[in-house]
């Protein structure tokens, strides 16, 4: 219920950050839904639906490299961020906002929405379903570096279609939450080994005695 409560909250702070930041201000920052303003860009199909044919991809991989588990709460996740983006982005509304405050709100919300389904076991089923798989295939892989690095390749593919102007926005975009999300996942990791640790020194002191 707890992991649940958490992929839910997860996905409301991403879809409200890309339904009225990211999309309005044309940000190209690596995620599924930038891939869909590219696509958007380039065929003229809606937005939501690229959105959700790219989702619906990255199940079927999520499904076949990280199993069973990760699979059905990432079923949950894609279908929390459907209905949310779709619910956000039909209301029309546009956030009057400084793109600096744009940029900088947008990447705390997604980081926070990123680290709160990760932790709960589940992919964003965006493109850290990649990072997920290449972590689980080698642990020393950083999730939060390898998201970077995707987004960073869709970064450069943006800039063919929109220009430098979205590009540079969405560097400081990746730069900023690939920063917040790797912290919250360092203090997550040392958080969970100290309670190991913990527990393994209370269980040697009842072994002593």
Do not use: W
Not at 16 to 21: D, E, K, R, V
Not at 190 to 204: A, F, Q, R, T
């Amino acid at each position: 219920m707890k992991d649940l409560l958490k992929i839910l909250i997860g996905n409301v702070s991403m879809t409200f950050a890309y339904a009225y930041l990211i999309v309005p201000n044309e940000i190209i920052n690596g995620g599924v839904t930038s891939s869909a303003l590219l696509l958007h860009a380039l065929s003229g199909y809606n937005i939501a639906m690229l959105a959700n044919a790219v989702t619906g991809f990255l199940l079927i991989i999520c499904l076949v490299f990280l199993g069973k588990e990760y699979f059905v709460k990432s079923i949950v996740s894609s279908l929390s961020y459907m209905l949310f983006f779709n619910f956000f982005y039909s209301l029309n509304i546009r956030l009057d906002l400084n793109i600096v405050l744009v940029v900088v709100i947008s990447s705390i919300l997604i980081a926070i929405g990123y680290y709160l389904c990760i932790t709960a076991h589940a992919s964003t089923v965006g493109f850290d379903v990649i990072a997920l798989i290449l972590h689980h295939k080698n642990e020393k892989m950083d999730i939060a570096a390898t998201i970077r690095i995707i987004n960073l390749i869709v970064l450069v593919l943006g800039f063919l279609v929109y220009g430098y102007t979205s590009i540079i926005k969405g560097v400081a975009y990746t730069l900023i939450f690939s920063y917040l999300l790797k912290k919250m996942l360092n203090r997550k990791q040392h958080s969970v080994k100290s309670d190991k640790d913990l527990k393994e020194d209370d269980s040697y002191r009842v072994k002593e005695l």
